[in-house]
């Protein structure tokens, strides 16, 4: 069972299973900041977005219109189920913005439960990296993955082509329509790793454990 944190401007923590249909603690705690019996109406979403998603210029119609989306949950507000689906869903803005990260030399580095969703990851040093349990969804990951460990990663739709993998550990990994054209697997483990619609030309599984 996959793990993801949703983290976002690169400065706040949430942690989830993707099988978990209740919200964890993390996020039912932010929800009671939020909330006022139960449901969070217009203006402390709004207060939301500001605060915590950093979106400044965000005004109360704004998070009116975001309520108007998820009415069928709850017609008042916000409540903890619309909440947390909002957070995941593409109109929370944070997730469409791309990062760019490119050329940027994570080696060596912990960056287990990261969100890099969409992020520009083109050249990006990723060596011996610790990326347990990270968010790569639709990322652009043409990189140096030598000896980096996926436990469990979120890869799907992520751009890996002619990325190297020697080593890595992708098992229980997520690469669902992910791009691994001309990919280097050498010895790479892909026990558990979902492939479903993966793009796998001129890659040898052969020498993967």
Not at 131 to 159: K, M, P, V, W
Request: with cysteine; glycine share 2%.
């Amino acid at each position: 069972m996959s793990k993801q944190t949703y983290r976002v401007c690169f400065c706040f923590h949430r942690r989830f299973r993707l099988a978990v249909t209740e919200a964890p603690a993390e996020i039912k705690d932010l929800f009671s900041q939020y909330s006022e019996n139960g449901i969070m109406n217009a203006d402390r979403l709004r207060n939301f977005l500001i605060e915590v998603q950093k979106q400044e210029k965000v005004t109360e119609s704004d998070a009116q219109s975001i309520i108007d989306q998820l009415r069928h949950i709850h017609r008042k507000g916000l409540n903890l189920e619309a909440f947390f689906k909002y957070l995941f869903s593409d109109s929370n803005l944070p997730l469409q913005s791309p990062t760019d990260l490119s050329l940027v030399d994570f080696s060596c580095a912990c960056l287990k439960n990261v969100f890099f969703s969409r992020a520009n990851l083109l050249s990006a040093k990723f060596r011996d990296v610790d990326a347990e349990g990270s968010i790569f969804h639709n990322a652009t990951l043409h990189a140096c993955l030598i000896d980096c460990s996926f436990f469990e990663a979120d890869l799907r739709s992520a751009h890996l082509q002619n990325a190297d993998l020697t080593n890595a550990n992708l098992e229980n990994a997520n690469l669902e329509g992910a791009n691994l054209k001309g990919a280097t697997l050498s010895n790479a483990n892909l026990k558990g790793a979902n492939l479903q619609r993966a793009y796998l030309r001129q890659v040898n599984l052969r020498e993967t454990k």
